[in-house]
């Protein structure tokens, strides 16, 4: 089953200007990631192109970043896109799993990258992040 016979966009807020250009923004980045790596382009030469940078949003509470967030999920899965939602808290990444079902993974920072809580486990960081 997946997440559209589930979720209503009805429940949504109007996005504002800014949260506007934020996802513009992301969903620019993740058609960039897709157009390239489907045209097998040589990545080295595109080592500071937007597409290869990880979006993070951050804002107070109620700032509109979870309206953001579930638009630009939705552009990913409407693309064919796969779709890591790390969050800071797993009860985060399970509402996130909530509304989506199987479309996308979740997990915490720390589960998805391999983020060690405890410094003696330092060496086992996943830095390349690709």
């Not at 996005?15 to 045209?39: F, M, P, W």
């Not at 804002?59 to 939705?74: D, E, F, M, N």
């Not at 969050?87 to 998805?112: C, N, R, S, W």
Request: proline fraction near 2%.
């Amino acid at each position: 089953m997946s997440y559209m016979s589930t979720f209503s966009f009805d429940r949504l807020y109007t996005l504002s200007s800014h949260q506007q250009a934020i996802l513009a923004d992301i969903t620019g980045a993740l058609t960039s990631r897709r157009d390239v790596q489907e045209n097998d382009t040589h990545h080295n030469e595109e080592q500071g192109s937007s597409w290869r940078m990880y979006r993070v949003l951050l804002g107070k509470p109620g700032t509109g970043k979870s309206q953001v967030l579930i638009r630009a999920i939705h552009h990913a899965i409407e693309n064919e896109m796969s779709v890591l939602v790390a969050a800071p808290v797993a009860l985060l990444a399970q509402g996130y799993h909530k509304i989506f079902l199987a479309d996308i993974e979740t997990d915490t920072l720390h589960g998805a990258f391999n983020i060690p809580v405890d410094g003696r486990f330092a060496d086992d960081v996943n830095y390349g992040l690709n």
